[in-house]
């Protein structure tokens, strides 16, 4: 089978979906190929995404003016898109960045203050007494201080956004194709991508959303300097009667001079179980993965035994009142670009761009990114001066 398109956005997740549906919506043609999540993730051979899970922090409040812009500009679209889809994914339920209290040598609290204030961004500087008393469910070491963006924050279920971004972009006109990509070529007309059970989509230009898989030798016609960074999360599940008492938690960022002390945390989460966990999450130590098979196989595994136990201890420091019902881990992966921005650019001429490179915060401003990506490929470059960033693709 061969189909003509005017874009084709290679990779179903949180960019790449957002991506078709801003194409879809602008009247172009489009196709949207990859697979659906596995059901048995031991035995599955393809490609995996890391969207595949139900709560993932948002924020607008950012050190970098860049990632707000573009978190504050998703958010500001989730409900919206809600709306489009009849799909719920965004739950405001606040969060709490935490850290050394102003005036210590590590001056996390600080940043987020400017930040806060050069957003204007309405979130309260608590410390002591009062931040204990405001979140019961935490016990901190004596000296912090927290930040709490009770609007606009809170986390979002990145499976159901996905989801979302895909019936709407389907309403739009898109044409999903839920198969792995083999390959794709330039040719003299454009671009064809060929899907493993051999379809062939032709186009004037694709967008590969790929995530980690981006480092694929098969997708990109030259390597990107991509970072893909092995991650473990720990789920602890919270017993049904008990979940009456975690009402109004926010979601929590602790942040550390030390790799090994920082970590985010999620409220209760209803996953496909029908059992609420909090998970949580921060590895000590940083694994890289160097290829697309050893990410294929990581994400096969059950993730890092090490990191799981360290990250128990730090949930039974933060919460040590909270006893699980049961505890599981699972393994995700990181994309890290040179710039520490995400790469929304051209890989090689004008053909194929690739919007690629989360750097642990595209969850939250995933929307935002796919719509650059969807300008990139329309107008064959960005026009965005108030972000005042270069995006451009870095190579090996």
């Known amino acids: 089978m061969s189909e003509s398109f005017d874009f084709i956005v290679v990779g179903k997740g949180m960019m790449g979906a957002a991506a078709a549906r801003h194409l879809a919506l602008s009247g172009a043609r489009v196709a949207l190929v990859g697979p659906d999540e596995p059901i048995d993730r031991a035995s599955h051979s393809g490609v995996f995404s890391s969207h595949y899970d139900n709560a993932r922090i948002t924020r607008t409040i950012d050190g970098d003016p860049v990632w707000a812009r573009l978190a504050r500009r998703s958010i500001e679209r989730y409900r919206e898109i809600e709306r489009e889809s009849n799909i719920p994914f965004y739950h405001e339920v606040g969060c709490l960045m935490a850290g ?7 001056d996390y609290i600080e940043r987020v203050e400017r930040a806060r204030d050069a957003l204007g961004v309405e979130a309260p500087l608590l410390d002591g007494d009062r931040l204990s008393r405001r979140f019961p469910w935490f016990r901190f070491p004596v000296g912090t201080a927290g930040i709490h963006e009770r609007f606009g924050a809170g986390y979002v279920n990145p499976r159901a956004l996905v989801a979302a971004q895909v019936v709407c972009a389907e309403w739009a006109g898109a044409r999903i194709v839920r198969e792995e990509v083999r390959s794709i070529s330039q040719t003299a007309g454009g671009v064809v991508v060929t899907t493993l059970n051999g379809d062939r989509l032709a186009a004037p230009r694709a967008i590969v959303a790929a995530g980690g898989f981006s480092l694929s030798d098969t997708l ?5 300097d991509l970072t893909v960074k092995a991650r473990t999360v720990f789920f602890a599940e919270v017993a049904e009667g008990d979940l009456h008492d975690f009402e109004g938690m926010p979601s929590l960022i602790g942040a550390a001079p030390e790799q090994e002390k920082s970590y985010y945390l999620l409220p209760p989460v209803v996953y496909a179980d029908g059992k ?7 590895d000590p130590t940083d694994r890289i993965l160097d290829d697309e098979p050893a990410i294929r196989h990581w994400f096969r595994g059950p993730g890092g035994a090490v990191a799981a136990e360290h990250l128990r201890g730090l949930l039974c420091e933060v919460m040590p009142d909270f006893q699980p019902v049961s505890t599981h881990f699972s393994p995700c992966v990181t994309a890290f670009t040179r710039h520490g921005l995400p790469y929304i650019g051209f890989a090689e001429g004008d ?3 690739v919007v690629t490179g989360g750097n642990g915060q595209a969850a939250k401003s995933s929307d935002e990114i796919g719509r650059l990506g969807a300008v990139l490929v329309l107008n064959g470059r960005i026009d965005e001066p108030e972000y005042d960033a270069d995006f451009a693709v870095a190579f090996r």
Do not use: E, H, M, T
């Open 100 to 106: 050394p209290a102003p005036g210590s040598s590590y």
């Open 220 to 224: 990109l016609p030259r390597p990107i």
């Open 276 to 282: 609420s966990y909090i998970k949580i999450g921060g």
């Open 351 to 353: 053909r194929i761009a």
